[in-house]
């Protein structure tokens, strides 16, 4: 089991050594990925919720808002 783990640690570690194009790949990935949960996050997504102290009252909250 853990030479089969080393071997596929190996493998990825070569495929990624030997990339030119898919390194500036990963990077805008991780960069898309950071602009949409980190950015985004701050500006779109509001913390309503947090208001709210009971579960019950969050549910009957979300209620009302998809019900308008």
């Known amino acids: 089991m853990i030479k089969t783990a080393q071997n596929i640690y190996r493998f990825y570690l070569e495929g990624f050594k030997s990339m030119t194009v898919g390194k500036t790949l990963w990077v805008i990935l ?7 949960f980190g950015i985004l996050k701050l500006f779109f997504f509001k913390a309503e919720l947090s208001e709210f102290k009971t579960p019950d009252e969050k549910s009957k909250y979300v209620i009302e808002q998809l019900t308008k």
């Open 30 to 36: 991780i960069i898309k990925l950071f602009i949409m």
